[in-house]
């Protein structure tokens, strides 16, 4: 990359490769190495503990986090979103998303409200979201409004501890390592509501809610106190089975959770020009996967596609409702889990050691190769979706991908997920060599976790 792409904006970017698409399906976006062991034992046991014991993972240092205050904050962000603030306030979270004047998503992230302070209230997800906020934070302190935020990058983008140290403690023993820990019984906290609790004699923030379709807690609480907890944590879970998740393991554990991490963002629309010019190019992401239009608009997706419209309240004005109404009333697709045909799958795997050109190369456990990994779901030919995040869960054994189809197809049904890029793109992470496959796939439920809980219940 030279000087001049390293500095430049997105638009700048756009306008020296000619369309989005262009820019996008072929800038570098390197494998990003963050400051947690891979594995600690090996990511399919670790993978299998949040199903069948209980597993503690690190996030401290994967997402971005913006602090955000002032009188005029919320209000603000109602502007920018249709998450309703009619009943918001401290001790909760919530899915914070944001769409285009047309009703397309840009991102999500959690937003959680600490307190009316200085910066009682934290933006936590990838920086998709997290930029679009920013910017519009900027604008409104230009124009005299009493908001302001801090930005804390993420530990590859950020020299020095993050403020804020974030466990997560997950599966069907959760409780009981919990029990131990406080020297009782559970609090009782509503899902994505935030207690106040205490552990190794630190006062901790504990987030209500399952990251890996499991019940559990995120607890989390300035960086000095991390060794102290995380201590405390692993100690009262050694009895139980608790083991410590690698970022190979968490990486997958969307793949259950049903949560699409990151959605492609529709912000190449004339109401995003000023933002364009203002986000760097290299915070724009890459795309990934067999998915090739020259329209970008063919990328995007509403809220209801990932399954984002519990979040979606019509009682203010918003940028893009009008639209997004439209959309509410005419919702195309869903969002479903794809699990791959085993015998496919092993044959993308069996072309890498056969004469001949491979298939491309399919990683275990997460097979991504771009920011927005985007594979195309055909049925009899016809395109009838997008696949996103795609990989291997231990436990139950199986590849699974997350994909919006459209509403028609049912669960159960079959559709086929073309695997390998044509034409090839000049990312450095996808093999040149390769050939396009078509994998099979049954289409289930999303999150799988519930779905496959139900099964198993079934079954006996």
Avoid: C
């Amino acid at each position: 990359m030279s000087q001049t792409e390293a500095t430049e904006s997105l638009a700048q970017a756009i306008e020296r490769t000619g369309s989005p698409v262009e820019f996008l399906r072929n800038q570098n976006w390197p494998s990003i190495t963050f400051p947690i062991t891979p594995e600690f034992t090996n990511w399919r046991d670790e993978q299998r503990a949040w199903r069948t014991t209980v597993a503690l993972m690190d996030q401290s240092h994967h997402m971005t986090q913006l602090f955000l205050g002032g009188a005029d904050l919320l209000p603000l962000l109602a502007s920018i979103s249709p998450n309703t603030f009619a009943t918001f306030r401290p001790g909760i979270a919530k899915q914070l998303i944001s769409v285009n004047q047309d009703g397309y998503l840009i991102g999500d992230g959690i937003l959680f409200y600490h307190s009316e302070g200085h910066e009682g209230l934290v933006l936590v997800g990838h920086h998709i979201l997290i930029d679009w906020v920013r910017f519009t934070v900027e604008k409104a302190q230009a124009a005299g409004r009493d908001v302001h935020h801090r930005l804390d990058p993420n530990s590859n983008m950020r020299s020095g501890p993050p403020t804020l140290y974030r466990y997560e403690l997950q599966g069907p023993e959760a409780d009981r390592v919990m029990e131990k820990v406080f020297g009782g019984p559970v609090p009782e906290v509503k899902f994505f509501h935030i207690a106040e609790v205490e552990i190794a004699g630190r006062t901790v923030k504990a987030l209500r809610h399952g990251m890996a379709g499991q019940p559990g807690f995120e607890f989390y609480g300035p960086w000095e106190d991390h060794e102290a907890v995380h201590a405390a944590l692993v100690e009262a879970g050694q009895e139980f089975g608790l083991r410590l998740v690698g970022a190979k393991a968490y990486s997958s554990s969307p793949l259950e959770s049903g949560w699409v991490p990151t959605p492609f963002p529709a912000i190449f629309g004339d109401d995003f020009a000023e933002y364009r010019q203002w986000l760097p190019a290299a915070r724009a992401g890459s795309i990934g996967g067999s998915l090739y239009s020259e329209k970008v608009e063919d990328y995007y997706a509403t809220p209801y596609d990932f399954g984002l419209g519990r979040s979606v309240r019509f009682d203010h004005d918003f940028h893009g409702r009008e639209a997004l109404e439209g959309h509410a009333e005419n919702q195309t697709r869903r969002k479903v889990t794809l699990l791959w045909n085993a015998d496919d799958v092993a044959g993308v795997v069996r072309s890498q050691v056969e004469e001949g050109t491979p298939a491309k190369y399919l990683d275990f456990p997460k097979a991504r190769y771009g920011f927005y990994q985007m594979d195309e779901v055909l049925r009899e030919d016809r395109q009838v979706g997008i696949s996103t995040d795609a990989g291997y869960v231990a436990f139950p054994q199986l590849y699974m991908s997350l994909a919006t189809v459209d509403a028609s197809i049912a669960d159960g049904e079959e559709v086929e997920v073309v695997w390998g890029e044509d034409p090839v793109s000049r990312k450095p992470q996808v093999d040149q060599g390769h050939r396009q496959v078509r994998i099979r796939a049954t289409v289930a439920p999303a999150p799988y976790q519930q779905y496959a809980r139900t099964r198993y219940r079934a079954n006996g």
